[in-house]
């Protein structure tokens, strides 16, 4: 996913169309003068990116009369990363723009292109700071949420069924057996939609980093893989157990994303491991299921390291080219990003999918119960870790297809493991990655 695989998915997903840039977005704005001064500032053109940078631009200017913010859109994909990397190159970037975390923003050549910030850095989610951070500065302000790569599971089943939401592996194979006596479907799987076939590997990270601290680093040297480390193994494993013991929907090789998201809201299925993302889609489809699904970490083998593995949000930058008293506004409009105020500004104009990567931030109390239930695990000390794609840039492009056939009954967990660990190989290589 670093390119974001996951992320591109989503968006394929949900059918985001692609615009053009606005007429207004080559170039920044002059200061005004009488010590007034006008940011521009570019976002990707999905909607709710827009509402929030608008609603931003709004209330950072009503607390600072003196400096305008004028937001600009960009195509997103790969049209919007080339939008940005050339206007970075040529100098012509607005005064602040809101980009991708990760491996993208370490595409930038953040030391030369980008303006590192010390001002809030101590406000930040230790998770969300290691996605801007290069040479040991940090570089960004984060805008949105986190996402999470979990389980989402209907309460009412729960409730029925007197069951507790599990910490261990084991626990949640016991309280499948009981959910498949009651007659539901335990866990929801849906391969007519390839890429939602991941969440047991993609969402397992947490585990596989508190079993074996530092494994992204070892992965990316190829001093670990999957089909060796038995934390990395134990994810293919488990998309294995589910199928082998019958704990999946009958229609999994055709069922698609809104079918899943349909069988859980209805409570036709129990538990549905995917992207948190996808509650906004489940309660649009399903009015007054805001709290009747929750949301579980993906459980490894360990009570005591139970945690999340989370998404990063993107982030706010200032390009080196932006200087003087436009560099002076656009601190503080990074400021205001990364503030309480920041964030009470974004959850006005967007209803938060998930909690903010600014410490002391709250989720309102109308977000659906998932959102809290992450909330729960962001507070907690320990209780998330980013995934994988955010610690190292090796992912193989046949992950997808590789889980389908594992989750089907077609190969087995260690034969999956190891295929896989062939298909990242061939992207480490490509990639330049020493050691491979």
Known sequence: MKRRTIAISVLAA????????????????????????????????????????????????????????????????????????TRLSTGDMTDVFQYNTGSLFQALAPAKNLTAVDGFTDRLDEN???????????????????????????????????????????????NNAKIKASGVDPVIQTYGETWTSQLFILGDYHNVEAAEPGWADKYTKNQAKYATSPAALAGFQHLQQVHDEGYINKDFASAKLTDGLNKLAKGEGAQ????????????????????????????????????????????????????????????????????????????????????????GCKVPDTVPQAVKDMQAYIDQQGGSSLALEFLSPVKGPALEQICVEVGSGIRKADAGAKLYDEDVKKQAQQLGLEGW
């Not at 949420?145 to 069924?161: E, H, Q, R």
């Open 128 to 174: 969300f700071a290691k996605t801007v951070t290069a040479d040991s500065k940090v570089y960004g302000a984060p805008f949105g949420n986190f996402m999470a790569g979990a389980i989402l599971y209907n309460k009412d089943v729960y409730a029925k069924l007197g069951l507790q939401v599990p910490k261990t592996w084991d626990d949640f194979m016991a």
């Open 272 to 359: 549905y491991p995917i992207l948190s993302a996808m509650l906004s889609q489940l309660i649009a489809d399903n009015p007054g299921t805001e709290n009747k699904i929750g949301l579980f970490a993906i459980p490894g083998s360990d009570a005591a390291k139970n945690g999340l593995t989370v998404w990063s949000p993107s982030a706010v930058y200032m390009p080196s080219s932006t200087t003087g008293d436009k560099a002076e506004a656009a601190k503080k409009f990074l400021d205001f990003v990364a503030s309480a105020d920041g964030c009470a500004s974004q959850a006005a104009a967007s209803q938060p999918t998930g909690p903010f990567a600014v410490k």
């Open 14 to 85: 949900t059918a985001m169309a692609l615009g053009a840039c606005s007429a207004g977005s080559l170039g920044s704005s002059d200061d005004e003068g009488g010590g007034k001064v006008t940011l521009s500032f570019l976002t990707d053109n999905q909607p709710e990116t827009v509402k929030i940078a608008e609603g931003l631009a709004k209330d950072f200017t009503a607390k600072n009369p003196d400096i305008t913010i004028k937001v600009e859109t960009r195509p997103q994909g790969t049209e919007g990363d080339n939008i940005v990397k």
